[in-house]
């Protein structure tokens, strides 16, 4: 085993791995890519067939975004949001105001933070309104927020979450629309729209979102769209919310934000939230929250340069001929897999097997022997691909993933 494989497991600490696993083997150690391939320190290659945990979207390398940080390095690479603005943080928040039809944008550095963003905005708002009584949050079954503390309150995954209960604060749970509460004191709802990821990509039945913000007008809450996974084009519209004609309340954004360049996250509200908490400075309605690296002009840059890659590439149109590629594709998996696609996510669920089992990891081990990199959710085997894939390495991508589930389980 080589010293950097010797010093990975003697220092590094894996997120969402078991590490007495991940010790026992010689890790994947990545060094270089271009496009949708990965290249490890052996010279070795490998698809990248979940966009880098569902952050790449043109591809590693891409001209466009590297050049755009190039030049905001040779500028400047951060200072300070607390009292100074930047160039490039404010044409940001200008663009994602005309894509998402909102207000005002607020910086954060990733998808859970931008969530926890959100809850604190919707708490904080309805004090400054005066309805007190509106301190609870309405939150899905089986949904996944991120891995801060309000993030993880309002998620629903006992295997993550279950361990952090005495830290959380409680939520109404729910399964559909109609467990949806009565009475006026709902602060706000929290929903993945069209989709939910961590759970394993299941889709919420069609009409569901325009039904939450029906709910959500006649009971005064406020609406949550967690948008950091489905944003940016991966259900095949630039924002999820889009196919339903609903706008949220506050919208929170981040792995395609940069192109999967760089950290940086973003809460999106309305002006009638933000006009809230303006007042005098002794009132006290300031949002007290940010971080060292709020509006950071490299993430900026790079989120610049991503968004100019949809227009000129013509990404949208393109996304409409590979996901229907991904989708029928999908289906060769067999009767014995429950398949879900949605524009360019899609999901296999094999078995029922127990957990134990770790079926779905044998499945992308068998699939990294073969030279296509992704990772499982349970016995969900996910492909999402970035959006510069080939129709050729698609295919191979699919005929991978047949081969191996046959491989694996028979």
Not at 3 to 10: Q, Y
Not at 11 to 25: G, I, N, R, S, V
Not at 148 to 160: E, M
Not at 325 to 354: H, T
């Amino acid at each position: 085993m080589n010293s950097l494989a010797d010093s990975d497991h003697r220092y590094l600490w894996h997120p969402f791995t078991q590490m007495k696993d991940w010790m026992a083997e010689e890790p994947i150690i990545i060094a270089s890519a271009e496009g949708t391939v990965l290249r490890d320190t052996a010279g070795r290659e490998y698809l990248d067939a979940n966009s880098s945990i569902w952050t790449n979207l043109h591809g590693h390398r891409h001209p466009k975004i590297t050049a755009a940080i190039k030049e905001q390095l040779d500028l400047i690479a951060h200072s300070s949001f607390l009292g100074l603005s930047n160039v490039p943080a404010i044409e940001l928040a200008k663009q994602l105001c005309k894509l998402t039809k909102l207000d005002r944008v607020f910086y954060s550095d990733d998808g859970s933070t931008a969530v926890e963003v959100a809850i604190k905005m919707a708490l904080q708002y309805w004090q400054h309104r005066g309805q007190r009584q509106r301190t609870k949050f309405v939150a899905f079954a089986d949904a996944y927020h991120g891995d801060t503390l309000g993030a993880v309150s309002v998620g629903g995954i006992d295997l993550f979450h279950a361990t952090f209960k005495p830290l959380l604060f409680d939520v109404i749970r729910v399964s559909r629309v109609s467990d949806l509460p009565s009475g006026d004191d709902v602060a706000a709802v929290v929903i993945e729209p069209l989709i939910q990821g961590a759970a394993g990509m299941r889709l919420w039945p069609r009409g569901m979102l325009r039904e939450l913000r029906q709910w959500c007008d006649r009971s005064g809450a406020l609406l949550i769209a967690d948008e950091v996974m489905t944003g940016f084009g991966r259900t095949g519209t630039m924002f999820a919310c889009e196919q339903e004609g609903v706008c949220p309340d506050l919208m929170a954004v981040a792995k395609g934000l940069t192109g999967g360049y760089l950290p940086l996250a973003a809460t999106l509200t309305t002006a009638e939230i933000f006009n809230a908490f303006l007042g005098d400075y002794s009132e006290f309605k300031t949002f007290f929250h940010g971080h060292s690296y709020t509006g950071n002009q490299l993430g900026c840059a790079a989120a610049l340069a991503n968004l100019q890659v949809f227009g000129e590439e013509k990404t949208l149109e393109k996304l409409a001929v590979l996901s229907a590629q991904l989708s029928a594709g999908l289906q060769q998996c067999g009767s014995g897999a429950d398949v879900r696609c949605l524009g360019m996510i899609g999901a296999v669920e094999i078995g029922p097997y127990p957990l134990e089992a770790r079926m779905g990891i044998k499945v992308c081990t068998e699939m990294r022997k073969r030279g296509v990199l992704t990772r499982p959710i349970g016995n969900v085997i996910v492909l999402m691909p970035p959006y510069c894939v080939t129709r050729e390495q698609l295919e191979r991508m699919l005929q991978v993933l047949y081969d191996s589930i046959h491989t694996v389980c028979g």
